[in-house]
């Protein structure tokens, strides 16, 4: 499974866009990039997941550019509940079993 | 929803005693995971289980076993519960294989005294 860096944190302000950057330069040909929120005292929720290009959903938004070396997870207008540690994932969307959670990027939204 | 529950959200044991913390899945998932959480180093994979008494480890199997007798259920067993052991263990669950959309429960946080 490809290696991910990502921010360890970031602050943010309410109501403002967020963006996440993560890292994956040995990312393979069959690998996707998914991107996991953790709250305090929870498991991770599944975000978002993409290939190429761009994916929304009602949480949020993944842009992948063309060499898919990076990915960059945008949460529109955050709020003070966005507060949570996000993780990237890169790895086959089959096959392997393996997941490899990262030490995630802490964002902390202030009012 | 998916549900995923784990038996205890706390729990206190001492060093050296034998520990399960159990994991129940309710959609029918092939697909189960035990993991720990320590503070800057992430969610660790301990083993996982892709069918009924199948297991493979996982990146930290060391001092743990693990148990899937049937489908919706995945203990992890601690045979002689160390001080190191002290963690949040959660388990996950999921349809498919691979990084994809994996569903956790609430957490354990065990301490070993």
């Known amino acids: 499974l490809a290696k991910t860096t990502q921010p360890i944190s970031m602050d943010s302000y309410e109501g403002q866009e967020v963006n996440i950057t993560c890292s994956h330069n040995n990312i393979a040909t069959n690998d996707y990039i998914t991107w996991y929120q953790q709250f305090p005292s929870q498991g991770p929720r599944f975000i978002i997941q993409?290939?190429?290009t761009k994916v929304t959903n009602e949480v949020a938004s993944l842009f992948i550019p063309a060499d898919r070396k990076s990915s960059t997870l945008s949460l529109p207008r955050v709020s003070l509940s966005d507060t949570a540690v996000y993780y990237c994932?890169?790895?086959?969307?089959?096959?392997?079993?393996?997941?490899?959670f990262g030490a995630g990027t802490r964002l902390f939204v202030k009012a | 929803d998916v549900k995923v529950t784990q038996s205890s959200r706390y729990l206190v044991k001492r060093t050296g005693e034998k520990v399960f913390l159990e994991c129940v899945q309710d959609m029918d998932h092939e697909n189960m995971f035990w993991y720990r959480q320590d503070p800057g180093l992430g969610l660790r994979l301990i083993y996982f289980s892709y069918d009924v008494k199948m297991k493979e480890k996982g990146d930290i199997p060391e001092g743990y076993s693990v148990s899937r007798e049937k489908k919706e259920r995945f203990s992890l067993i601690l045979e002689s519960a160390s001080t190191n052991q002290t963690s949040m263990y959660l388990c996950?669950?999921?349809?498919?294989?691979?990084?994809?959309?994996?569903?956790f429960g609430p957490g354990t946080r065990l301490t070993v005294t």
């Open positions: 994932l890169v790895g086959e969307s089959t096959g392997g079993f393996k997941t490899i």
């Open positions: 996950a669950s999921s349809l498919l294989a691979g990084v994809r959309e994996q569903y």
């Open positions: 993409g290939y190429k």
